[in-house]
């Protein structure tokens, strides 16, 4: 019962913020990139929140938009 609870506030998280936020594969690649990098490192999050606005910055520029 409790996964059921965990998966259905998931997908209320996931559901508005990866349509909004995912408009390209760059950033799919850059969320991508900063989950493997808190998941995987001992990176602390505020690296990876910083390394991510820097990079979201970057893909912006890249883009044209």
Known sequence: ANAAVVGIMAAALI?????????SIGTLVL????LVLLLT???SPWIVVILGAVGGVAVSL???A
């Open 31 to 34: 969320a991508v990139g900063c």
């Open 15 to 23: 559901y508005p913020i990866v349509p909004a936020g995912i408009t």
């Open 41 to 43: 490192t001992k990176a």
């Open 62 to 64: 890249l883009s044209g």
